[in-house]
């Protein structure tokens, strides 16, 4: 479905309409609900995208820089990249942690089993990544940080944001079950169905959603990664350091 171009003014008059009786909230808290509204919609399906450019750092003080920070331009890193190379491969803190126990320590000039280029990459919080070795030197504009771009921010009547007519729709329909937290009682109460239609829509719109932890609790899913093997269980580091298996015997 095409997009189009959607103003704030326009936003609140249809939010306006679809009141079933007196308008409880004032122009300001709606246009709160709806920043709001987008937030949580560019949270869940990344709608609006960037590419973030760092420089990577060589050790400070003997200590080499594996963490390095997204700022206000990126929610949250979905693809990382050093240079020309292919894309790092995604892993997490706890594997890390438990599979290298001395990854903060070692650097592409370290030695031995440790790459000569940068392997992997894992999310320690939204705005802020590490990357597994740290680079040995400085290098400028090496880091691509592929992501999810900082929300547009609607502040003025003619501010828009570009979303589908269907989406404008999940948008003003979550926005009203915002404001009605206000109201509390059966009003809210009636609203309660645009919260899993906008989890419903969010999921469909990305795929991948479903295979979040996150999104899964959230949205009241089954809890079966939590039964998964923990202890000795394999990890991305040791299943990337692992030696190839032999060639079978002729």
Known sequence: MPFQVSTLAALQATLAQRVDGSVFWTPEEARLALNET????NLLVGRWRATLTLSTAAPAAGVPTVEY???????YGTRVKVGSAPALTPTSIFELDYGRPSWRYET??????????????????LQRIAIWPA?????????????????PVLVHAGDFVDLSEAVVDLVVDFALHVL????GGARFAATQDTLTDFLQAAAEENGLLK?????RRY???DRRRDLQKSKDAPNKVAELLAPPAPAPAP
């Open 38 to 41: 987008l937030r949580d919609w």
């Open 69 to 75: 920070a997204l700022g206000a331009t990126l929610i």
């Open 108 to 125: 592409t000039a370290t030695g031995g089993d440790v790459p000569t280029a940068p392997l992997l990459w894992a999310p320690i919080s």
């Open 135 to 151: 680079t040995a030197t400085a290098g400028s504009n090496d880091l691509l940080v592929e992501g999810v771009a900082a929300t």
């Open 180 to 183: 009605a937290f206000k109201e």
């Open 211 to 215: 295979a979040s932890q996150a999104f």
């Open 219 to 221: 949205a009241g899913l």
